[in-house]
């Protein structure tokens, strides 16, 4: 077999991760000489290593640990008498052994060339790699490449952070021992799901937000359904904040300071959790040595997920424009497939559509959005019909237990075609993907009533926004 330094490759992926791999794969199958290049210190990519997967099995320890403490509401006589952090983390890290066990088999397959190592651009057509564990550098020349090296912990420069330490979503989700009390800095899909984990297993938790509202990019009556559930759960949430300082506090506990409505106020707690987002990993890429732009960290990428240089594209958290994983494996497939068309000759021409752009959060209750929000509409001048419809009037919901929140439908204005969808409640990010269906298929809020759904489910709730704006449009 040739070295490396003598193989020009098809497609150079950087970053093993859900992107890369998918992008990997697909262009392994369409014939292209592919090499994955990847240095993180264990393979598997953020999803399964550090996001999606270790997150939602803490919580499910969380959900748990609630319905036990709610048992009296449901005639139940049961105390949760302790929560175990050793033992929820001894079960998460079964699980993710196992996940990321497998995508590590499949990286070594030998369906690609598997390289661990750090890339950094040499020019538009190589790459030096520094083996993990030391070594000289090798150079990668490639054809075609794809940058999906993912994001890192982002944090803010607040005077005293630094200092007074801190936790990230990284230190949560491998803690043996957890304080008890936490200050959250943050309103995003993390930060509260980090929250809902927390106060899950009886710890306090104090939530601080920058913007009006949680879940910035959600409508505004969805991030205020999850904080108000928050609130009656016992969590304390400030919206509209400018953090100022954060100081340590004899006992070794951690106070920060921040200006909400004009007023100094002040929330304290054992430990502090920085959860204000991610930023793209591409720091050591020299992306100025390909020549590709990166606009304040993102790296820019047409729909068609090429750079700047059109041989050169990006997926997954490093060029965004949403940092989900199922949207980092499509951008991978089509990103593979297209540099496939630029090798044969031919343009890129496939083209992302985030049409059905899907979201969800796992806090309870849960939130997810599909399509247009009212936000978008109102954006884009676009004329629609609202509807809503409460938890707290629905048959299943009460019936759980579960009574706050609501779901509801946008509808076209003229055609009554269902063009977005949003829920807070109970199961919200299972029950979105009813309508995602239905919007895949431009269903009107009509055609959505002829389809039959049991009774009684959390289902059927869609119907009641359905026939809103079905009357609506039939009104005239």
Known sequence: MKKFADVEFDFAVLGG?????????????LGLRTVVIDGAEELGGLCILRGCMPSKTLIESANR???????????????????????IRARKRALIAEFAGYRQEQLADGRFE??????????????????????????????????????????PPVPGLAEAGFWTSDTVLDAAEVPATFVVL???????????????????????????????????DVGDAVGGAFVHRG?????GTQLLRVERVPGGGKRVVFEQAGVERAAEAAE??????????????????????????????????????PHIFAAGDVCGPVEVVHVAIQQGELAARNAAAWLRGEKATEKMDYRLALFGVFTHPQAAQAGLTELDAARDGRAVIVATHPFGDHGKSMVMGETEGFVKLIGDAATGEIIGASAAGPEAVE???????????????????KIPLYHPTLSEIWSYPAEEIAEVLAAG
């Open 114 to 155: 598997l390289i661990r190592g750090t890339a950094r651009f040499l020019d538009p057509r190589r790459v030096a790699v520094a083996p993990r564990g030391g070594g000289a550098a090798r150079e990668v020349a490639f054809r075609t490449c794809l940058i999906a090296t993912g994001s890192v912990v982002s944090v």
């Open 272 to 309: 502090l959790l920085v959860a204000l987002g991610r930023r793209p990993a591409t720091a050591s890429l020299g992306l100025e040595a390909a020549q590709i732009e990166a606009e304040n960290g993102p790296v820019m990428a047409l729909p068609t997920q090429q750079t700047s240089q």
């Open 186 to 220: 943050g309103g995003g899909a993390v930060a509260l799901e980090m929250a809902h984990y927390l106060d899950g297993i009886g710890r306090g938790v104090t939530v601080i937000q920058r913007s009006p509202h949680l879940l910035t990019g959600m409508d505004h």
């Open 235 to 239: 969590l304390t949430v400030h919206c």
């Open 17 to 29: 991760g859900s992107a890369g791999y998918a992008a990997a794969r697909t262009a392994a199958a």
């Open 431 to 449: 029950l979105i993907h009813q309508m995602v269906v239905a919007m895949h298929f431009h269903c009107t809020a009509a055609e959505f009533l």
């Open 65 to 87: 640990a609630l319905s036990v403490r709610r048992g009296a509401e449901f005639g139940l006589t049961a105390t949760l008498t302790g929560v175990d952090p050793a033992a």
